[in-house]
Nanobody, 117 residues
Framework: QVQLVESGGGLVQPGGSLRLSCAASGITFSLYAMSWYRQAPGKQRELVARLIGSRSTNYSDSVKGRFTISRDNAKSTVYLQMDSLKPEDTAVYFC???????????WGQGTQVTVSS
């Protein structure tokens, strides 16, 4: 059974930082590209950051320079370091894994991030 479990969300003031974690089980983690998406109330889910392998990254323009995605294959965990947070970063953040060798992809349950003073 595949599970992606996010953690690390919470309430933070503007300008603050949070680090999200997503622990995967039931997959060969190193064979999956890992991504973070987010969905704000009333908006579509959007890609925040993607990591293919250990070095190939993509970021949305809205977070470039503020967020950093990384992974630890030994722990089957992907991280999202979020710095200089803004109120518009408020959303539920979802972890996504998709196979580099087939159509399989999986979602976590999401973790709430609220940026507010």
């Amino acid at each position: 059974q595949v599970q992606l479990v996010e953690s690390g969300g919470g309430l933070v003031q503007p300008g603050g930082s949070l680090r999200l974690s997503c622990a995967a089980s039931g997959i060969t983690f190193s064979l999956y590209a890992m991504s973070w998406y987010r969905q704000a109330p009333g908006k579509q889910r959007e890609l925040v950051a993607r990591l293919i392998g250990s070095r190939s990254t993509n970021y949305s323009d809205s977070v470039k320079g503020r967020f950093t995605i990384s992974r630890d294959n030994a722990k089957s965990t992907v991280y999202l370091q979020m710095d200089s947070l803004k109120p518009e970063d408020t959303a539920v953040y979802f972890c996504n894994a998709f196979s580099l060798s087939g159509p399989a992809h999986y979602w976590g349950q999401g973790t709430q991030v609220t940026v507010s003073s």
